[in-house]
């Protein structure tokens, strides 16, 4: 059969012509195609072109050079099948070894902005995954590699043993199979999206490691943290992490939803979050005076919660957050100050996250036992809302703001969920009850006093008039609630009763 013979074809040229150089030292010879083979020339590597292992020229702008028998008889014949081997032999085709192949950048293409469908479907490779997946399905005698981390464990064992053991070719034979399943999965979304399907027949996602976790919710349980590729830049995902010690489980979680709920803020704003649910949001003039608020909303809730935050982090804020126990502080920047004071508390994690994207419209992906619920996300806010004032009396300009600032919040509560709220602040949050006036009591009973004036804001619409009551018995003088309810007329009559006025949206914001 001659030297062992390598093929190569990589659009990550990433250590390629080392690894070449030591594979021809090694005994093997290289075929190689196009930019790769130019790039092998000029290190110095001696190297076959594909056409001369075809007899045909690449052709259709390359789009034809490696689809040939010549190379996937080379691939895909049995070294120790008599019958392969006679056929290889008649037909002058020449076994390869080793295969070093990754795809044309369909990632890097789609992300550029502007990209237009022509040039993605241009970088769309064929005869890549055909020739890794022929190799990964033969690995039994064939060694693939995509990754160049896989380098070195390949050179060292062909040194030490002529050959690589099967452990590592099924190893980097799965390797390949979810490299060509990931770029397979990348491509597909893209055409649905191109296509305008909205509920395709399969789903396909990919995900790409960010962190090995070292627990899940309970420490008794494995995790890992997955990012889309592509994903929202406006993201824990997208999130640089600044100073402290590695997210947990449940930190990523807890991020997560404290994020989502202050990007429903255009003024200065800070929410506190506890098992994603928040304990105190605030807004104000400024972040030193927002995050005041959300402190005072709930004093004893914050301890040991994560904070979000809209706007960069100053020095007078960061004093401020150093006094607390605090697990995570999100914002989209700190200054050198504030940097200076939080990193002298070593557990403490910054995150800074990109506010500047646009709104993600990436849809909420929930795991069941054994399938998996898919939905848009919740973007329905104040402005989309088909406001009606069913009541006598129409909410001041003061509830008015109160009313807002509540709905903002509710949307991210637990259901069932009741907020009470200022026009600056949360004063009282009941969340995740089983039936809706026990969240009211909850957030009302937190509120104490506070109350006196305040607005409430619902998740969902009330079955009876038993909220409302409790509202006014409290002090509450302004509601804001989906409607839709049988018994709506109840809850009008009571909060007229009570000089209520009562805002319905048209919409609820359950949250399971």
């Given at each position: 059969?001659?030297k ?32 790769t ?33 010549k ?10 099948d008599p019958?392969?081997?006679a ?31 022509e ?12 020739m ?8 039994q ?17 062909y ?33 649905t ?7 395709p027949?399969k ?20 995790a ?5 590729p592509l ?25 997560n ?8 803020f ?27 608020k ?5 004093p ?23 006094e ?18 939080l990193?002298?508390?070593?557990n403490?994690?910054?995150?800074k996250?990109?506010f ?39 909410p001041?300009e003061?509830?008015?703001e109160?009313?807002?600032?509540g ?28 039936n ?42 302004a ?13 009008i ?20």
């Amino acid at each position: 059969m001659g030297k062992k013979r390598a093929l190569i074809s990589v659009s990550n040229k990433e250590g390629i012509v080392e690894f070449a150089k030591e594979l021809v030292e090694l005994g093997f010879e290289i075929v190689s195609t196009g930019g790769t083979k130019n790039a092998l020339k000029e290190g110095g590597v001696p190297v076959i072109g594909i056409s001369d292992v075809t007899g045909f020229p690449e052709i259709l702008e390359g789009r034809v050079k490696t689809l040939h028998p010549k190379i996937h008889g080379g691939l895909l014949a049995k070294y120790d099948d008599p019958s392969h081997q006679a056929q290889l032999a008649e037909n002058e085709i020449e076994q390869i070894e080793l295969v070093c192949v990754n795809l044309y950048p369909f990632k890097e293409t789609i992300s550029k902005p502007g990209v237009t469908a022509e040039d993605a479907i241009e970088n769309i490779d064929i005869g890549g995954p055909a020739m890794l997946r022929a190799s990964a399905k033969n690995h039994q005698y064939i060694t693939v590699l995509v990754d160049p981390a896989d380098y070195p464990q390949v050179i060292e064992e062909y040194k030490n043993q002529n050959e690589t053991t099967m452990e590592t070719r099924r190893r980097l034979a799965a390797k390949v199979f979810r490299h060509t399943a990931a770029y397979d999965a990348l491509i597909a979304e893209y055409m649905t999206e191109l296509a305008g399907e909205e509920q395709p027949e399969k789903m396909t996602v990919t995900y790409e490691l960010k962190q090995s976790l070292r627990y899940g919710e309970n420490p008794h349980q494995k995790a890992a943290f997955y990012q889309k590729p592509l994903g929202s830049a406006f993201s824990v995902a997208a999130a640089e992490q600044l100073h402290g010690k590695e997210l947990s489980y449940n930190n990523i979680n807890d991020a997560n939803a404290a994020l989502q709920i202050v990007k429903e803020f255009s003024e200065p704003a800070a929410v506190a979050v506890k098992h994603m649910n928040p304990c105190g949001v605030g807004a104000g003039k400024d972040i030193f005076d927002a995050f005041g608020k959300a402190f005072e909303a709930d004093p004893v809730s914050i301890f040991g919660g994560i904070i979000a935050l809209n706007r960069e982090v100053d020095g007078e804020s960061a004093r401020k957050l150093y006094e607390i126990f605090l697990e995570i502080i999100i914002a989209p920047s700190f200054s050198d100050e504030a940097l200076e004071i939080l990193t002298a508390k070593k557990n403490l994690r910054l995150l800074k996250v990109s506010f500047d994207g646009e709104a993600s419209k990436e849809n909420t992906l929930s795991s069941i036992e054994g399938g998996l619920l898919v939905q848009e996300q919740d973007a329905y806010g104040f402005d989309d809302a088909e406001i009606s004032v069913p009541t006598k009396r129409e909410p001041t300009e003061a509830e008015w703001e109160a009313l807002k600032l509540g709905w903002k919040v509710v949307k991210h509560v637990k259901s069932n969920a009741i907020v009470v709220a200022d026009k600056d602040m949360t004063l009282g949050i009941g969340a995740g009850q089983m039936n809706r006036v026990g969240a009211a009591k909850i957030a009302l009973e937190q509120a104490g006093a506070k109350a006196d004036g305040a607005a409430l804001a619902s998740d969902a619409f009330f079955p009876m008039d038993d909220t409302v009551e409790a509202a006014a018995k409290a002090g509450i003088t302004a509601i804001i609630q989906p409607g839709g309810s049988v018994r709506d007329a109840d809850s009008i009559k009571k909060a007229d009763e009570y000089g209520i006025a009562m805002v319905f949206t048209g919409v609820r914001h359950f949250r399971h």
